[in-house]
């Protein structure tokens, strides 16, 4: 079935190095993918997105790679700062599914001072 | 930056009581979904509009909840009879068209007593 997971539910790391957070799909008619962040108590904030044509794609500080042939998304964060602790979601849409996104459970990013 | 807007923030009511969650999209995005949050999951829809009209609402259970956008503009959720197993975040998010990003407003947090 239709299901988006994570590797890790909590990732700790220290101020300044570089984050790396996993994400495995099991849609393989899946067309788009998007990395959220979440902060307590807000709502998702749209980091980056990632066609199925591409398989990497940059931001600020940010960069997602994307692996078909292994159904596997990653979100990489430069220099890691404390505004980067929160909650991080990867979601998918599967074309056959009228373009639902489908939520993972996510994963906790602790910066360590 | 245009948001979507949501209100209540907080809602805290009694099983059995009826309950209304506003959202007011980002000007000119014609899509508007409804998600519901469960702590420590990550967001699941319940309902998706194109303007006036309801796409999927596959996953609301409309013995309790309804929603409406009449206008093709803002949105109510409405749970009655509100049951405890409701006490979750509510998130209205919006878009363009789909599929497109979609933006999240901050969310309702319901607690049910």
């Known amino acids: 079935g239709e299901s988006v997971g994570l590797h890790l539910p909590t990732l700790s790391v220290q101020e300044g190095d570089n984050s790396i957070i996993n994400c495995a799909y099991s849609?393989?008619?899946?067309?788009?993918f998007i990395w959220y962040k979440q902060e307590s108590g807000k709502g998702p904030q749209f980091i980056i997105d990632i066609r199925s044509n591409m398989d990497k794609r940059q931001g600020q500080r940010v960069t997602v790679l994307l692996n078909k042939t292994v159904k596997h998304l990653s979100l990489q964060i430069a220099a890691t700062q404390p505004g980067d602790s929160a909650v991080y979601f990867c979601?998918?849409?599967?074309?056959?599914?009228?373009?639902?996104?489908?939520f993972g459970s996510g994963t906790r990013l602790l910066v360590r001072p | 930056e245009a948001e979507v807007a949501q209100s209540p923030r907080y809602k805290i009511t009694e099983k059995s009581q009826a309950v209304a969650f506003w959202c007011d999209p980002i000007s000119g995005h014609a899509t508007l979904y409804w998600y519901r949050q469960i702590l420590g999951q990550g967001p699941e829809l319940l309902v998706q509009f194109q303007d006036e009209s309801v796409v999927d609402d596959s996953q609301l259970p409309k013995d309790r909840f309804s929603a409406e956008r009449l206008k093709g503009v803002d949105s109510t959720l409405k749970i009655q009879p509100a049951e405890l197993g409701d006490s979750a975040m509510y998130l209205c998010?919006?878009?363009?068209?789909?599929?497109?990003?979609?933006?999240f407003g901050p969310g309702t947090r319901l607690t049910v007593l």
């Open positions: 979601a998918e849409t599967p074309m056959d599914s009228s373009y639902k996104l489908i």
């Open positions: 998010a919006s878009s363009r068209e789909e599929p497109d990003t979609q933006y």
């Open positions: 849609n393989s008619a899946s067309d788009y």
